[in-house]
T-cell receptor, first 111, second 114 residues
């Protein structure tokens, strides 16, 4: 059974710092991996999707990498801003089209 | 992009009553929708898969008689929490499948049972 973990559980940084969020999964037989943002009491906003054949994806200040063989993905946020404060969830999608979510990293960017 | 809505966004009900949550795909048809539950500071856990025109498939540990799912059309799935109890208080999120491996998530419904 696929298990997804995220480290750290919470992170607080001053504005302007670059930061890395980590996601690990136990079963490397994935179709893709997705990163989402969730604001308090809100739904999910899709940030990046990496296909299993890809190594990384970039969108603006966000860069996500995928190392399928080691079961790891990282989300890199450059020049963090207070507006980036949210919970970041990674989810792996298997070939059965099932989404398995990690517990999330709660990020606070202090002005 | 594809949009999924949920109604209501928040609901408070008394213990023992039932509450219905709607999930709609606004600009696409979805033969499959999913219902997730998220407890505070925890991640989303899949409750059930809703298939248009057939019975929902429930994940292990989810009571099908308590969480009634009806997917009556290609754009609407409903989740009814029957005889709700305080432990059912949670954030319920639905998603709709646009194509293989492509799901769009609703904004969620906060259920509080008093």
């Amino acid at each position: 059974k696929q298990e997804v973990t995220q480290i750290p559980a919470a992170l607080s940084v001053p504005e302007g710092e670059n930061l890395v969020l980590n996601c690990s999964f136990t079963d490397s037989a994935i179709y893709n991996l997705q990163w989402f943002r969730q604001d308090p009491g809100k739904g999910l906003t899709s940030l990046l999707l990496i296909q299993s054949s890809q190594r990384e994806q970039t969108s603006g200040r966000l860069n996500a990498s995928l190392d399928k063989s080691s079961g790891r993905s990282t989300l890199y946020i450059a020049a963090s801003q207070p507006g980036d404060s949210a919970t970041y969830l990674c989810a792996v999608v298997d070939y059965g089209q099932n989404f398995v979510f990690g517990p999330g990293t709660r990020l606070s960017v202090l002005p | 992009g594809a949009v999924v809505s949920q109604h209501p966004s928040r609901v408070i009900c008394k213990s023992g009553t039932s509450v219905k949550i709607e999930c709609r795909s606004l600009d696409f048809q979805a033969t499959t929708m999913f219902w997730y539950r998220q407890f505070p500071k925890q991640s989303l856990m899949l409750m059930a898969t809703s298939n248009e025109g057939s019975k929902a498939t429930y994940e292990q540990g989810v009571e099908k008689d308590k969480f009634l799912i009806n997917h009556a059309s290609l754009t609407l799935s409903t989740l009814t929490v029957t005889s709700a109890h305080p432990e059912d208080s949670s954030f319920y999120i639905c998603s709709a499948r646009l194509s293989s491996y492509e799901q769009y998530f609703g904004p969620g419904t906060r259920l509080t049972v008093t």
